[in-house]
């Protein structure tokens, strides 16, 4: 089976046992990039929270680039490394506003995909996985975020070759799915992840993906 043939493989196995994860309700460009630096290191539930009363605080993207950085990081302080995320948050505002004059990524719509995640990634802190969530999730372009879920299970599954970075995966597992299926893989390998193909123990039994996983066939037959 061809490197395609075993993502396609995935995640028509995927879309059988979890189904198409529905569109969620996204956030602007701005909020998706901020959003998902206050991600790091932290659960979904934390990182809205400390979106939220970070919006609550200053209620426009140019206050939170002119408060005081002490401030900032006592808005998003719920969401762990504030002192680490609000520099980063407002480091980024500041490149956006010198780079653009104001702030606003919907300009990225008009790059390839390529071309706006090497913008993106110019930015300090911003790796490319967040620049492919930034434009897989708020500006609809083809661009497959590895998460550390992600990077686990294809690792285990064999779609990718075992001992490759995550700074390369992006690429190269970019080129194994198709880009339709881009968003719903993305999820459903995450949740796959959290559910079953866990870091510490997988529960491969209970797997969808054991007949065509390399994991499965080394551990088991
Ligand atoms: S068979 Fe096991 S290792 Fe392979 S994807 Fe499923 S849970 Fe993970």
Request: charged share 25%; proline share 7%; with cysteine.
């Amino acid at each position: 089976m061809t490197g395609n043939q075993l993502a396609a493989m995935t995640h028509q196995l995927l879309v059988e046992e979890y189904g198409l994860p529905n569109w969620r309700p996204h956030l602007s460009p701005v909020g998706e990039l901020i959003s998902t630096i206050l991600s790091q290191n932290t659960n979904d539930q934390n990182r809205d929270q400390a979106f939220a009363q970070l919006r609550e605080v200053f209620p426009t993207w140019e206050e939170v680039r002119d408060a005081p950085v002490t401030k900032v990081a006592e808005s998003i302080k719920i969401g762990g490394l504030a002192n680490q995320k609000a520099p980063a948050i407002q480091n980024a505002l500041k490149t956006i506003t010198k780079e653009r004059g104001q702030i606003e990524l919907d300009f990225l719509r008009s790059k390839t995909s390529q071309e706006a995640s090497k913008w993106l990634t110019k930015l300090k802190g911003v790796g490319p996985k967040t620049a492919a969530i930034v434009l897989l999730f708020s500006l609809d372009m083809p661009a497959f975020p590895v998460d550390t879920h992600v990077f686990r299970v294809s690792g285990r599954i064999g779609i990718r070759p075992a001992k490759m970075n995550p700074e390369k995966a992006h690429k190269f597992l970019a080129e194994q799915f198709s880009p339709d299926t881009y968003y719903p893989v993305h999820l459903n390998l995450i949740r796959l992840g959290r559910e079953i193909c866990k870091a510490r123990q997988p529960f491969c039994e209970q797997c969808p993906l054991n007949n065509i996983c390399d994991y499965y066939k080394n551990e088991y037959q």
